[in-house]
């Protein structure tokens, strides 16, 4: 008893104590439930997020050492916001921090359908500026509508169709020089064949109608395959004297027009007037001018250029004694330029050129000047008869002549097609390319003195084309030249002709930038051929584009032109077009300079585009 006894009054001493313990001041004893008078301060930071503008987004409030574990989200139509922090960087914050938003705009992918064929398509940023494409003009009431759109990530797809309505009824206008002139039909309709009026003109001969100036295609008829508003030019022969020529009094007059070798010494010759005895023989001393610059033209060292047949007044004024004036009558013509007189000149005598089909039909009668040219007219077809040229040349008529198609077993899919033609100076004739355009042909010291002796007019005649817009620039680059280079829309809109379009493109482009000279490189002779390609397929889609390669010339080297040859090979090949091999024609016999051939250069030229057409 006396041990519990002893064990029972130890613990009430035990509990006693503990009841002291807890029953002390706070000051004596801090408890773990009691921190208000001595709390422990945890230490915050700032994460905040602004936008370009410095406008405050959002705020995070964060204790030290905690991460942002989320941007916040800000769009704005057609952006979205990206910052200058990673979430690396906001990892155990330490200190305040300002994240800055970089604004970003939305990829588009944007497709434009005519019709289900994919008309434009455009890659760029989803709130740029873009031009769409023309449609063309026989298209009314246009309207892109959306048809789908699709985010993915932070790129637009969206897809338009076209809702319109096809024109069906077009305007006529009739040209005569740079006047419109009142005739019916003034309207046609889609799909309906219509004759064209003849316009009577006192004194001249109606050859047709021309949707160019410049072209060598005539139009008798609007064909069922013509759309937009159409614009025709008139064409006429002279067959009465409308302005006699006269040769004003003069001080002198030449005695002739001699054929004199040119000082390069390489064989070629320049016609010059031949001076009277007793005045000063100095070319450089007197004003040279021709009274009509269409027929010739004159050089300040008196080179005369042949440019077509017929008659004008050659002019020399004294620089240094203006009394002096010395003049001729000069005639020009295929076989070169002459002196000639007054009567002569006004007296204008025409011939018949008949054209014939093989059974000898008549095809199409023409009244051509004395040493003029015809229009060949579409060659009639024949089952398993391939068109091989007329038996007569078209120009330099001096006789009443009939002309007749002749054929041979095949097939001739270019008789009757339309072409036009991109090319340089070797291709260019004056008169035949668009106004501005810089020419080399006809040149003093050539023999070309027809627009027929080109080389694309003697391919054409042959295989039975026509000339329809020959965009032809002296000097001109595929790679370079600005406004000049073939690669400028703008030079290739001229292809087009009162909204009509050739069947077939001849591209003869490349040897001023092979020229070793010219800094054009292959790398951008390749990029920019493409470009011209693809420019061309959008401007002209039913045109079947034929390429050229480059002749042996003295313009470049063999290597440069081995380069470029297969570079124009490889483009034609990954586009499937058809190649003129024109590196099987040697220029070099038949140059009058580094670059430019004679009449029988052009001849070489136009074999192998004939034959390879036809082949």
């Excluded at 093989?358 to 199409?364: A, G, L, Q, R, S």
């Excluded at 007749?404 to 270019?414: F, L, P, R």
Aim: a negative charge.
């Amino acid at each position: 008893m006396v041990k519990l006894f002893k064990k029972a009054f130890r613990m009430l001493i035990v509990l006693g104590c503990l009841f002291m313990f807890t029953s002390c001041g706070d000051e004596q004893v801090d408890t773990p439930d009691d921190k208000d008078d001595n709390p422990v301060v945890e230490e915050k930071v700032n994460v905040e997020f602004y936008d370009i503008d410095d406008n405050l987004l959002k705020k995070y409030e964060l204790k030290k050492g905690e991460s942002v574990t989320e941007f916040p989200v800000c769009e704005e139509e057609g952006y979205y916001y990206s910052w200058d922090k990673t979430f690396e960087e906001l990892t155990n914050i330490q200190n305040d921090i300002k994240v800055v938003g970089i604004k970003l705009e939305y990829y588009l992918n944007a497709k434009y359908y005519v019709d289900g064929e994919l008309f434009f398509e455009k890659n760029t940023g989803y709130l740029s500026e873009y031009t769409i494409p023309e449609l063309p003009n026989d298209y009314e009431n246009c309207v892109w509508n959306e048809t789908s759109r699709t985010l993915v990530e932070d790129k637009y797809f969206i897809e338009y169709t076209l809702s319109y309505t096809l024109k069906s009824k077009y305007t006529i206008t009739y040209m005569n020089g740079n006047e419109a002139v009142s005739l019916s039909p003034s309207t046609y309709e889609v799909g309906n064949v219509l004759e064209l009026p003849t316009l009577e003109k006192e004194g001249y001969y109606f050859v047709g109608w021309f949707l160019s100036k410049i072209s060598l295609h005539k139009c008798d008829e609007i064909t069922e395959d013509m759309r937009g508003d159409l614009v025709f030019y008139a064409r006429f022969t002279e067959i009465e004297k409308q302005k006699p020529l006269e040769l004003p009094e003069a001080t002198y007059n030449f005695v002739a027009i001699n054929k004199n070798p040119h000082g390069s010494g390489n064989g070629t010759f320049v016609y010059q007037p031949q001076f009277p005895e007793g005045v000063d023989t100095r070319v450089t001393s007197y004003e040279w001018s021709t009274s009509n610059s269409y027929i010739a033209t004159v050089s300040a060292y008196s080179s005369i250029t042949a440019k077509k047949a017929g008659y004008c007044v050659l002019t020399a004024k004294s620089i240094f004694d203006k009394t002096i004036t010395i003049n001729c009558v000069i005639r020009v013509g295929v076989d070169g330029v002459s002196i000639a007189t007054v009567e002569e000149a006004n007296t204008i005598t025409t011939y018949e050129v008949t054209f014939v089909g093989k059974d000898n039909e008549v095809i199409e009668k023409q009244t051509i000047q004395k040493g003029g040219f015809a229009i060949a007219p579409i060659p009639p077809k024949y089952d398993g008869l391939a068109f091989n040229g007329w038996d007569h040349e078209l120009y330099n008529i001096n006789a009443n002549t009939t002309i007749k198609a002749t054929y041979k077993t095949g097939t001739n899919n270019y008789a009757g097609k339309k072409f036009s033609l991109i090319g340089d100076s070797i291709s260019t004739y004056q008169d035949y390319v668009p106004t501005g355009y810089a020419t080399f042909y006809p040149y003093p010291t050539a023999d070309v003195n027809d627009v027929n002796q080109t080389w694309w007019m003697q391919a054409f005649n042959k295989i039975g084309g026509s000339m329809f817009i020959n965009n032809s620039y002296s000097g001109s680059c595929v790679a370079a030249g600005g406004s000049s280079c073939s690669n400028n829309i703008n030079r290739l809109k001229e292809l087009v002709a009162s909204n009509q379009y050739a069947d077939v493109i001849i591209i003869f482009m490349g040897s001023n930038d092979c020229n070793d000279r010219s800094g054009v490189t292959t790398s951008n002779f390749d990029k920019q051929y493409r470009e011209m390609l693809d420019k061309l397929n959008d401007l002209c889609p039913n045109a079947e584009l034929i390429l050229c390669t480059l002749p042996n010339s003295n313009l470049y080297s063999d290597a440069r032109q081995v380069e470029f040859n297969g570079l124009i090979t490889k483009i034609a090949e990954d586009y499937q077009l058809k190649v003129i091999s024109l590196d099987k024609v040697d220029l070099t016999p038949h140059l009058i300079d580094s670059a430019h051939p004679g009449t029988s250069g052009m001849t070489a030229v136009a074999e192998q585009v004939v034959k390879d057409l036809l082949k």
